[in-house]
């Protein structure tokens, strides 16, 4: 098109001067101009007195108007765009003038519908019936300058991209890189021009990964994809890269083409983003959500396999007395060092998960020999039972265990879930330290549990609640100053619920915190009512859990001022505790049971003898009753097992200035043997079933007693022998 350009211009150049040499000869010069306009490949024009004398076909339609049309009545300024009228008056009053004779330049035109184009122009200045004009020759350039932009901005692109690009011939040598090349891997471009694509390798991907890579390029002419490779410092790093192909005109390969970015960081963020999503961040086992993935595909794999796979759920006992009284630091090592421990027990082909809490999971998968599950759980039971040393304090748990079987069970994974969580729940219902094996008939005691977690949270508020009060005797003198609160539980629907059917499932949902502060209140206003009316050292003493004593459970403050609105003194109420709470004790227990003390509040320990009955924490804290479990009083004859054992503990509690409380003392014998051993206190069905308040009033009168004058006498007989005995 340039050279058509020059042409054109030296042709119409030729003839100007022809014009001027000849005038004899105007007419036939200008039919020769006409023809040689009319046929050219671009614009021709004349201009005189700021108007188109003559325009051709080829300018005329570069501006969308007929050539007679724009000789007719468009002036020269109409095609110019605005901000550039002023240069171009200028430019031709400066060839009218004779400053310039001949001009070149590029500007911006106005088309007929105001759209603007680029062109170029070539003019000259001639004499027309001896007046002055302009005579032009003009290219649209509007592709060109356009392709021009194009190649400026990728120029621009190319050296300022963060992406870094890189250019190799079809065979994959390197024919030139831009400076984020140099930045993302290290090399200058003198050091990689000229060689493969292949000095980048890193070597983490073996020969397979590039067949794949250049069979694709080869075939479809592109490929994107991650890949590893190494900068010059030796660094390894991950990049997204696309490889694409420019071909030339016959098809055959001119370039490769690949930009890449540095996606390490990007890898590096995802990877802990996966791992938080599927990991347990304190264990570092898969979490619930990777345990669900895990147990789909084992059961696809089991299914393929035609073998069996364990579902195991575990909750570890008294970790939450652990971790309430030790610290949530403490309870965090428990729980790491008991997910060690259960990883332990398994192959490396088994999934160990923690759901949360103190509640893991463990996926048996393809099993040849579905007897091994029994034998790995036992393991698990013997490993959680030893001892666990944390900050220097030696704590004991246990786990219970509830098993379930693919596809014996069920096929679907709601159902393997709901399975062995039944399953746990009743080897904790069994006494815990216990495996159990889901059956049918666990999801009937389910569905039960439901319903009274369901029907407990309304009780509370619908008033279905009530103490009953059983005496407490004076073996000596057969009083009774005190008596334990006991809760009862009237459901409008079932009737009597037994506290050894609510009470743990109250523990286990918290809502027994809120029933112990309940029963507290009851029994404080009760004892303030007898004390006033009939007996001013009655007591009355009322069961506490050890999940009461946890964070956000008894608020001693509370009770403490609850006492004193009521003008009672602490010595009014006494607490029971089992032993379990005292050899987890740690610092939030042992605030409150000072405090209860140090206001009066007394302490009896129950059921002493099932438990660990350690001496230690004996001394530590300050007992005033230990109550011996009625499984000592059931079987009491004279010189059996178990009036030893009765006596040792009488003996040690006096030694320690404690006074003792035997429970279940359903014969008279049983009484007699216990009160000649010294026993200061009895309680059990002998002298009374836990009555209602009402009925409780005949054991306040101030005659009363339940032993007989005989009874009575027999019993300080027999206590002044024995010690004069021991004396």
Same mark, same amino acid.
């Given at each position: 098109?340039?050279?058509?350009?020059?042409?054109?211009?030296?042709?119409?150049?030729?003839?100007?001067?022809?014009?001027?040499?000849?005038?004899?000869?105007?007419?036939?010069?200008?039919?020769?101009?006409?023809?040689?306009?009319?046929?050219?490949? @671009? +614009?021709?024009?004349? @201009?005189?007195?700021?108007?188109?004398?003559?325009?051709?076909?080829?300018?005329?339609?570069?501006?969308?108007?007929?050539?007679?049309?724009?000789?007719?009545?468009?002036?020269?300024?109409?095609?110019?765009?605005?901000?550039?009228?002023?240069?171009?008056?200028?430019?031709?009053?400066?060839?009218?003038?004779?400053?310039?004779?001949?001009?070149?330049?590029?500007?911006?035109?106005?088309?007929?519908?105001?759209?603007?184009?680029?062109?170029?122009?070539?003019?000259? !200045?001639?004499?027309?019936?001896?007046?002055?004009?302009?005579?032009?020759?003009?290219?649209?350039?509007? #592709? !060109?300058?356009?392709?021009?932009?194009?190649?400026?901005?990728?120029?621009?692109?190319?050296?300022?991209?963060?992406?870094?690009?890189?250019?190799?011939?079809?065979?994959?040598?390197?024919?030139?890189?831009?400076?984020?090349?140099?930045?993302?891997?290290?090399? =200058?471009?003198?050091?990689?021009? +000229?060689?493969?694509?292949?000095?980048?390798?890193?070597?983490?991907?073996? =020969?397979?990964?590039?067949?794949?890579?250049?069979?694709?390029? %080869?075939?479809?002419?592109?490929?994107?994809?991650?890949?590893?490779?190494?900068?010059?410092?030796?660094? @390894?790093?991950?990049?997204?890269?696309?490889?694409?192909?420019?071909?030339?005109?016959?098809?055959?390969?001119? *370039?490769?083409?690949?930009?890449?970015?540095?996606?390490?960081?990007?890898?590096?963020?995802?990877?802990?983003?996966?791992?938080?999503?599927?990991?347990?961040?304190?264990? *570092?086992?898969?979490?619930?959500?990777?345990?669900?993935?895990?147990?789909?595909?084992? $059961?696809?794999?089991?299914?393929?396999?035609?073998?069996?796979?364990?579902?195991?759920?575990?909750?570890?006992?008294?970790?939450?007395? @652990?971790?309430?009284?030790?610290?949530?630091?403490? +309870?965090?090592?428990?729980?790491?060092?008991?997910?060690?421990?259960?990883?332990?027990?398994?192959?490396?082909?088994?999934?160990?998960?923690?759901?949360?809490?103190?509640?893991?999971?463990? $996926?048996?998968?393809?099993?040849?020999?579905?007897?091994?599950?029994?034998?790995?759980?036992?393991? &698990?039971?013997?490993?959680?039972?030893?001892?666990?040393?944390?900050?220097?304090e030696e704590v004991f748990i246990s786990v219970s265990i509830g098993i379930t079987l693919y596809p014996d069970d069920a096929t679907e994974i709601e159902d393997l879930i709901k399975n062995a969580d039944q399953a746990m729940y009743a080897a904790k219902d =069994?006494?815990?330290?216990?495996? %159990?094996?889901?059956? *049918?008939?666990?999801?009937?005691?389910?569905?039960?549990?439901?319903?009274?977690? !369901?029907?407990?949270?309304?009780?509370?508020?619908?008033?279905?609640?009530?103490?009953?009060?059983?005496?407490?005797? %004076?073996?000596?003198?057969?009083?009774?100053?005190?008596?334990?609160?006991?809760?009862?539980?009237?459901?409008p629907v079932r009737g009597l619920i037994s506290p050894a059917e609510f009470i743990p499932v109250a523990e286990d949902t918290g809502m027994i915190i809120e029933i112990g502060d309940w029963v507290f209140r009851q029994a404080a206003q009760q004892v303030a009512?007898? *004390?006033?009316?009939?007996?001013?050292?009655?007591?009355?003493?009322?069961?506490?859990?050890?999940?009461?004593?946890?964070?956000?459970?008894?608020?001693?403050?509370?009770?403490? +001022?609850?006492?004193?609105?009521?003008?009672?003194?602490?010595?009014?109420?006494? &607490?029971?505790?089992?032993?379990?709470?005292?050899?987890?004790?740690?610092?939030?227990?042992?605030? #409150?049971?000072?405090?209860?003390?140090?206001?009066?509040?007394?302490?009896?320990?129950?059921?002493?003898?099932?438990?660990?009955?350690?001496?230690?924490?004996? #001394?530590?804290?300050?007992?005033?009753?230990?109550?011996?479990?009625?499984?000592?009083?059931?079987?009491?004859?004279?010189?059996?097992?178990?009036?030893?054992?009765?006596?040792?503990?009488?003996?040690?509690?006096?030694?320690?200035?404690?006074?003792? &409380?035997?429970e279940g003392i359903e014969t008279e014998q049983q009484r007699d043997l216990l009160a000649a051993a010294g026993c200061d206190f009895g309680q059990g069905y002998l002298f009374s079933r836990p009555v209602a308040a009402e009925q409780f009033q005949a054991f306040?009168?101030?005659?009363?007693?339940?032993?007989?004058?005989?009874?009575?006498?027999?019993?300080?007989?027999?206590?002044?022998?024995?010690?004069? #005995?021991?004396?």
């Open positions: 098109m340039a050279y058509a350009f020059n042409d054109s211009a030296q042709r119409i150049g030729n003839l100007i001067t022809y014009i001027e040499q000849d005038r004899q000869s105007l007419r036939q010069a200008e039919a020769m101009f006409r023809e040689l306009a009319e046929n050219s490949v @671009v +614009g021709v024009y004349i @201009v005189q007195d700021d108007a188109f004398r003559f325009v051709n076909a080829k300018m005329a339609e570069m501006f969308d108007y007929e050539p007679a049309e724009m000789m007719a009545s468009v002036g020269v300024l109409d095609i110019v765009a605005e901000d550039q009228r002023q240069l171009v008056t200028e430019g031709i009053r400066k060839r009218l003038s004779g400053e310039v004779q001949e001009v070149h330049y590029e500007r911006q035109a106005r088309k007929k519908d105001g759209s603007l184009i680029d062109i170029e122009v070539f003019g000259s !200045r001639m004499r027309i019936d001896g007046r002055d004009a302009t005579i032009g020759i003009m290219l649209d350039i509007t #592709k !060109r300058k356009a392709a021009e932009m194009s190649e400026h901005l990728m120029t621009l692109v190319y050296q300022n991209s963060s992406e870094g690009m890189v250019i190799a011939d079809a065979v994959g040598v390197i024919v030139t890189v831009n400076p984020a090349f140099t930045e993302i891997t290290g090399y =200058q471009p003198d050091e990689v021009v +000229g060689n493969k694509l292949n000095i980048l390798n890193s070597g983490r991907h073996d =020969q397979a990964f590039y067949q794949a890579m250049w069979r694709a390029i %080869n075939t479809i002419g592109h490929w994107r994809g991650e890949i590893w490779n190494r900068r010059k410092n030796g660094e @390894v790093f991950v990049e997204l890269l696309t490889i694409n192909t420019a071909y030339n005109e016959d098809g055959t390969v001119y *370039r490769r083409i690949g930009v890449f970015s540095d996606i390490t960081d990007r890898k590096h963020s995802e990877a802990v983003v996966w791992e938080q999503a599927n990991f347990d961040f304190l264990t *570092r086992l898969p979490n619930r959500h990777m345990f669900h993935d895990r147990l789909q595909q084992e $059961i696809t794999k089991s299914h393929r396999a035609a073998l069996p796979l364990a579902l195991l759920f575990l909750d570890l006992d008294q970790f939450k007395e @652990v971790n309430d009284t030790l610290g949530h630091a403490v +309870g965090d090592r428990l729980l790491k060092q008991a997910a060690q421990r259960l990883s332990s027990c398994v192959r490396e082909s088994d999934t160990v998960a923690r759901l949360g809490g103190d509640e893991f999971t463990i $996926i048996l998968s393809e099993l040849k020999d579905v007897n091994v599950v029994k034998r790995i759980a036992q393991n &698990i039971l013997e490993k959680l039972t030893q001892p666990f040393m944390l900050e220097e =069994q006494g815990r330290n216990q495996l %159990n094996y889901f059956a *049918r008939s666990m999801q009937e005691a389910a569905q039960s549990r439901r319903w009274l977690v !369901r029907d407990l949270r309304g009780a509370l508020a619908g008033d279905q609640f009530c103490l009953h009060y059983q005496p407490i005797v %004076n073996l000596t003198t057969g009083s009774v100053d005190k008596a334990e609160a006991l809760i009862r539980w009237q459901h009512l007898w *004390r006033s009316a009939q007996h001013a050292q009655f007591q009355i003493s009322i069961n506490t859990s050890a999940v009461q004593f946890r964070r956000g459970g008894i608020v001693h403050d509370e009770w403490l +001022g609850y006492l004193r609105r009521l003008g009672l003194p602490g010595h009014s109420i006494a &607490i029971e505790i089992t032993e379990r709470l005292l050899m987890d004790a740690g610092t939030g227990v042992t605030d #409150k049971l000072r405090a209860f003390r140090a206001a009066g509040i007394q302490v009896a320990l129950d059921d002493f003898g099932t438990g660990y009955s350690s001496m230690s924490y004996l #001394k530590k804290f300050d007992i005033d009753y230990l109550k011996i479990d009625q499984s000592f009083v059931r079987n009491l004859m004279p010189g059996s097992d178990d009036l030893a054992l009765c006596e040792a503990i009488i003996v040690m509690a006096h030694k320690l200035g404690m006074k003792v &409380i035997a306040l009168k101030p005659d009363f007693r339940i032993l007989s004058d005989e009874s009575q006498k027999c019993a300080l007989r027999t206590r002044s022998a024995a010690v004069l #005995k021991t004396g």
